[in-house]
């Protein structure tokens, strides 16, 4: 969840408070936003064949791979990935290995080597734009404000479960933090 001001935000979620800015007030996700379509048509099929050209995968480990890439920005759905692999191996260019249990790895064909030669320029700046969304990710993540914004929330949440609100407590701790919020407003 996300929550906070245009342009930035605090990450509340299994690795604990983190804060995010993304510089030009594009908000959480870059300019497409969290939920924008990251590939055009035919696009996700070649940076799929480049991860499976590097080694077999599943379907799982793709859509993994990818989020990593991303620092967790984006992650195709099974419901595009799968569909997908199944024209590559209708094209020929991957094909299923055996694999553990349920899950089908594929491996890359040598048309698929092919394929990716021939698209060599294109599959670089696909990867490109992955690893850029995944560096611009990390540039904005700040976890030293996290913690000590969760520092705050923590303090706040001791102090009232130990004693309760009431009107004085409430009045001090709104004026220690807009007095916070100015004093940060100023600096340079």
């Known amino acids: 969840m996300m929550m906070g001001r245009r342009g930035g935000g605090w990450s509340f979620g299994p690795g604990g408070f983190q804060f995010e800015f993304e510089p030009g007030g594009r908000g959480p996700g870059g300019p497409r936003g969290r939920r924008g379509r990251m590939f055009g048509s035919g696009e996700l099929r070649l940076v799929l064949l480049r991860l499976i050209a590097n080694e077999p995968r599943h379907g799982y480990d793709l859509i993994r791979a990818i989020e ?3 620092h967790g920005d984006y ?13 590559l191996g209708d094209m020929g260019l991957i094909e299923e290995q055996a694999g553990d249990g349920a899950r089908k790895k594929f491996a890359i064909t040598e048309e698929g080597r092919k394929h990716l030669h021939d698209n060599a320029e294109e599959v ?9 969304t995944g560096s611009s990710r990390r540039e904005s993540s700040r976890p030293e404000i996290g913690r000590a914004v969760g520092n705050l929330m923590h303090a706040l949440k001791n102090r009232v479960a130990r004693e309760g609100w009431n009107d004085d407590l409430l009045a001090e701790v709104t004026d ?10 100023r600096l340079r």
Do not use: F, K, N, Q
């Not at 992650?75 to 024209?87: D, E, F, R």
């Not at 220690?176 to 407003?185: N, S, T, V």
């Open 75 to 87: 992650a195709p759905s099974p419901g595009v990935v799968y569909p997908t692999l199944t024209l």
């Open 68 to 70: 990593e890439l991303t």
């Open 124 to 132: 670089g700046r696909l990867m490109d734009r992955l690893e850029e």
């Open 176 to 185: 220690i933090l807009d007095d916070a919020a100015r004093r940060i407003e």
